[in-house]
Antibody
Framework: QVTLKESGPVLVKPTETLTLTCTVS??????????VSWIRQPPGKALEWLAH???????SYSTSLKSRLTISKDTSKSQVVLTMTNMDPVDTATYYC????????????WGQGTLVTVSS | EIVLTQSPGTLSLSPGERATLSCRAS???????LVWYQQKPGQAPNVLIH???TRATGIPDRFSGSGSGTDFTLTISRLEPEDFAVYYC?????????FGQGTKLEIK
């Protein structure tokens, strides 16, 4: 059974750095046919892709947020970590991690999401 | 960077009716990388259609996808009460993902 679960702070202050962890089970991060992405959704708004990482450590970032994002993985712990620097109230959103299934490239499994609020 | 524009923004229909949702890409894209998702309130999205026209596992056959190039369509042949939700199209290409802004399908 494939599951993904996000964890991290529910509240961060402006200018702080957000660190989110996605813990996966039911598949291995060393599997060449899958990857993990982070996606966010501000309240009442659309989905926004942030970053992805694959088994060979290939990484890619949203063009608009690239300077603020870092994605990494610890295969032994089955975890993918996203850091986002210089948080702002506009970054308030539900943050999801999702599995990418290759070769299609769709997000076939999602975590439940974690709401992060940016406020002083 | 590819932009996906979905229309209409909101679609008001009754159960039993047919729904047609549009997704237009800013440039021609491969059908292989066009995906549709359904999202219900308080839930993560769920994949409905991948490769523009292939239903994901367990998706009822009232959902169908079509299109190529820049114009893609999600059709729900006969709306069930549980189909009222927000629908997103998504594209993968050039090591980046893009989502449309969504179409809200609401009960009339």
């Amino acid at each position: 059974q494939v599951t993904l679960k996000e964890s991290g702070p529910v509240l961060v202050k402006p200018t702080e750095t957000l660190t989110l962890t996605c813990t996966v089970s039911g598949f291995s991060l060393s599997n060449a046919r899958v990857g993990v992405s982070w996606i966010r959704q501000p309240p009442g708004k659309a989905l926004e892709w942030l970053a992805h990482i694959f088994s060979n450590d290939e990484k890619s970032y949203s063009t608009s947020l690239k300077s603020r994002l870092t994605i990494s993985k610890d295969t032994s712990k089955s975890q993918v970590v996203l850091t986002m620097t210089n948080m702002d109230p506009v970054d308030t959103a539900t943050y999801y991690c999702a599995r990418i299934s290759l070769p299609v490239g769709d997000f076939d499994y999602w975590g439940q999401g974690t709401l992060v609020t940016v406020s002083s | 960077e590819i932009v996906l524009t979905q229309s209409p923004g909101t679609l008001s229909l009754s159960p039993g009716e047919r729904a047609t949702l549009s997704c237009r890409a800013s440039q021609s894209v491969s059908s292989s990388n066009l995906v549709w998702y359904q999202q219900k309130p308080g839930q993560a999205p769920n994949v409905l259609i991948h490769s523009a026209s292939t239903r994901a596992t367990g998706i009822p056959d009232r959902f169908s996808g079509s299109g190529s190039g820049t114009d893609f369509t999600l059709t729900i042949s006969r709306l069930e009460p549980e189909d009222f939700a927000v629908y997103y199209c998504q594209h993968y290409g050039g090591s980046a993902y893009t989502f449309g802004q969504g179409t809200k399908l609401e009960i009339k």
